[in-house]
């Protein structure tokens, strides 16, 4: 079965650096998303991109954070300058056309700021 | 808007016993409803979803879901626990528009004691 895959399964960064997060989606798959969950948290929506733009973001998608499709294959999510907060389980999740489809989770990219 | 509560962010039961997990939601329009489970260190895996069909949803490893829309509840349920099912459960909804984000509850860690 297809799954959707992220790279790295950890990342440590130092505080201010600059970090990427990848992920490939499903092939068909045309709608993509990033969660992110901080420990012992609820999963918590960043962003949703479809045709090569952001359609929706939540209020921590701030100016720190931008996502691409650089390549029909990969979406990554970049945070600019990372904060302490910013440590967390990273989620990617991508799902097809239609009205109820489930979206398919890769298994998420642990980032530790130090 | 959307949202899910899940009551009881803990639940314990005896191997063999009922396994009953509470979800209830709010929106303003017909939901689209999901189960996922999430094993330690892995991510999320979809169990079960409701897209107005059938009321009554069954779900992989033997879970099935009730959509209640008089008491918008959609709870999880299983007859006999199997300590494999051990896990952290997520419900979340969405407006089922294509692309919208899910919304998840707090989620609810199942323990299964021997």
């Known amino acids: 079965e297809p799954e959707v895959t992220q790279t790295p399964s950890h990342q440590v960064t130092q505080m201010g650096q600059e970090v990427i997060l990848r992920c490939v989606p499903i092939?068909?798959?045309?709608?993509f998303y990033w969660y992110r969950q901080i420990l012992g948290q609820k999963v918590e929506f960043l962003v949703s991109?479809?045709?090569?733009?952001?359609?929706?973001k939540s209020e921590i998608f701030d100016d720190q954070f931008s996502v691409e499709r650089p390549d029909g294959s990969n979406f990554t999510l970049k945070i600019r300058s990372t904060k302490l907060e910013d440590s967390a389980m990273y989620f990617c999740?991508?799902?097809?056309?239609?009205?109820?489809?489930?979206?398919?989770f890769g298994d998420g990219t642990r980032l530790s700021i130090l | 808007a959307q949202s899910v509560t899940q009551l009881g962010s803990h639940v314990s039961v005896s191997e063999g016993a009922l396994v009953l997990l509470r979800c209830n939601y709010s929106s303003s329009v017909p939901p689209y409803l999901f189960w996922y489970v999430q094993y330690p260190n892995q991510g999320l895996q979809l169990l079960l979803k409701?897209?107005?069909?059938?009321?009554l949803v069954k779900g992989i490893n033997g879970f099935e879901a009730e959509f209640k829309k008089s008491e918008t509840s959609f709870h999880l349920t299983k007859p006999s626990a199997h300590m494999s099912d051990a896990a952290e459960y997520f419900c979340?909804?969405?407006?089922?528009?294509?692309?919208?984000?899910?919304?998840f509850g707090t989620g609810t860690s199942l323990t299964v004691i021997p």
């Open positions: 409701y897209t107005s069909a059938a009321t």
């Open positions: 092939s068909n798959h045309l709608y």
């Open positions: 979340a909804v969405s407006a089922g528009n294509t692309g919208n984000q899910f919304y």
């Open positions: 991109f479809y045709n090569n733009e952001i359609s929706e």
């Open positions: 999740a991508s799902r097809d056309t239609g009205g109820g489809q489930p979206q398919h």
